[in-house]
């Protein structure tokens, strides 16, 4: 089996012949090869540097091709800061300029869709069959607080009409991002929403739930394999997870693995993570990072697991601790 | 009846419902409880019960968020109806404060900001990605006794230590009171950046203002609130 075919193995929740494992390398790619972020960010050719490099060094089966949840974002108007160790964000919220009715949803020739497609393309035609892509869209929730601010959370409980509405708009710009994917050939989907650790379960089933819908609807159309990225103690909302129509999940270290691991099978749902960003991949030692990796592996073994970072890499993390994680998963 | 309309009060404050709230403290002004009681027994109440619903997983932010705007209404209706001297008179303290440089997380700090400022402090919110300077320039400028930064990064941490350097180089240390809170702050690092005080939650974040303007001296000692010990 190739790489691609262990992590699409998993993705369809089987037990491959080892462990799959997919380093979320964003502006961490930048680090890699000695640019900084915002250029990174900003560049086709930088981008396909950074993703090459990441597969040499870290033999991943699958890899994100930028990790930036600005991109839609900005495309719609946001206003953004740049940084060098961090992937931008948004300081000015376009709806508090303009009416939603006059938003429409973003095309490959807005904001940095473009490089982003470039790179895409590029990618897709180098790695062939070897390592899978993953085209990382912003989720909805996460992208409604772009465009609204953090309003938003208030009139989830004040004006949940107005609310839905935004929701029903960022859920059809997810769809036109999923598709400049899937149309190049990208095969994973990763709809990445930090914000759904924030809310009750049974907030998440109103606003949330259905607005992954219209994609993973496409993803299943073109054959493809769709996920949610949470972040931060989303415990409370695992049981919604599993019912969420992708075809799993992935969670931080603020989630217990074996919880998470216990929901998903019983849904058959697939799940990965969850190594330790801060105190694991960046701070930690060698041997606390072959530990964790070790306890994941251990409590993950079995079908639908992929071992990954809670969420995108930091930007200085270590390379010598990554290897020793690339090197569990290819000998252990 | 007293005590009957105070609890009205709070629950309508925990649910977040600032409109029934605030006739609750139409009521209540006119039934001549004092507008301090009222603030106190019904109004901090409000958000303590919402406070318990989100330390055990019944409410999350929104909930939180909610509760905290009926706050503000409640205490903006309170204020207006005591004369200058009695606000003036009732203020604790006045704080500056902020996301540290390169941070856009505000969601924690604005809870932190709105609490203490229904708690009797004067709030002065610079708001995201604020830069050292800007700290001290505005806590000069208000004449604030506290500032208090905020960050979920710890890319950002180190601006923070940045606000003590620059205090002690203006040799301004002595005249604010200086804390810091947000995920990656440990104890430890308030501690060895010589900050003045330390908070887990929002809650925690009044508790400490309040300690530190009653007791304490600024740039001695690291004064910690912590509910949550356990975390
Ligand atoms: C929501 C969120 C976002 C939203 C923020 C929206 C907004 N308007 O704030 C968005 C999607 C924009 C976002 C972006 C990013 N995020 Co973010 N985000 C979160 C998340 C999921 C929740 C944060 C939150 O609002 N919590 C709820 C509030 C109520 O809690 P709180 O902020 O902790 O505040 C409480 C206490 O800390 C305390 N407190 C706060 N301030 C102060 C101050 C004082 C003085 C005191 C006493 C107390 C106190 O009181 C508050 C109320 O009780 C966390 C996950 C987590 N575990 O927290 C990640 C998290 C904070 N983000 C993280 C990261 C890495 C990022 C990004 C870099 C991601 C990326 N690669 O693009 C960007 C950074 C952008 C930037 N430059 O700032 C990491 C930080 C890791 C680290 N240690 O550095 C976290 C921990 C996720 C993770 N596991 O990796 N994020």
Known sequence: ?332 | MKEALLEKLSNFIAEGDAEEALKVVEEALAAGIPPLEILDKGGTRGMDIVNERYDNGEAFLPELVVAGDAMTEVVQKIFSQMDEAETKANKIGTVVIGQAEGDVHDIGKNIVAALLAVNGFEVHDLGIDVPVKKFVEKAEEVGANIIACSTLLTTSMPYLEDVVHLLTDMGKRDKYFYIVGGGPVTTGFAEQMKADGWGRTAFDAVELCKRLVKNGTPGTKLEIVDSQPSN
């Open chain 1, 1 to 332: 089996m190739t790489n691609k075919e262990i992590l699409l193995s998993a993705l369809r929740y089987e037990e491959p012949p080892r462990v799959p494992w997919v380093p979320y390398v964003g502006v961490h790619g930048a680090y890699l090869i000695g640019k900084d972020a915002d250029e990174y960010l900003k560049s086709a050719d930088l981008i396909y540097q950074g993703v090459c490099i990441a597969k040499e060094e870290y033999n991943p089966d699958g890899l994100p091709i930028v990790f930036d949840l600005q991109i839609e974002a900005e495309a719609l108007g946001c206003e953004l800061k740049w940084a060098k160790d961090n992937p931008p964000s948004v300081i000015g919220h376009v709806l508090n300029d303009v009416p939603l009715s006059e938003l429409k949803i973003p095309t490959e020739k807005d904001g940095r869709i473009p490089v982003v497609m470039e790179a895409t393309e590029r990618l897709v035609k180098e790695f062939k069959d070897e390592i899978a892509l993953l085209g990382l869209i912003c989720g909805p929730f996460t992208l409604g607080l772009h465009l609204m601010g953090s309003k938003m959370i208030s009139k989830m409980v004040k004006n949940p009409d107005e609310v839905a509405e935004v929701f029903e708009f960022c859920s059809q710009v997810c769809k036109a991002m999923a598709e400049m994917y899937l149309k190049r050939g990208v095969e994973v989907i990763a709809i990445v929403d930090p914000m759904t650790s924030q809310i009750s379960p049974q907030m998440f089933d109103k606003f949330v739930l259905n607005s992954y819908n219209p994609t993973t609807e496409l993803v299943r159309q073109y054959n493809g394999r769709s996920l949610l990225f949470v972040c931060g103690d989303a415990t409370r909302v695992v049981p919604n997870l599993c019912k969420v129509d992708t075809d799993g999940f992935a969670f931080d270290e603020n989630i217990d693995m074996a919880y998470a691991a216990e929901e998903a099978r019983k849904h058959r749902k697939v799940f990965c993570g969850n190594l330790p960003l801060t105190v694991g991949l960046l701070f930690g030692e060698v041997e606390d990072n072959i530990k964790f990796a070790q306890d994941c592996i251990n409590i993950g073994r079995g079908p639908g697991f992929v071992l990954a970072p809670g969420c995108d890499l930091p930007y200085h993390c270590s390379v010598e601790n990554m290897k020793a994680v690339v090197n569990l998963v290819h000998q252990g």
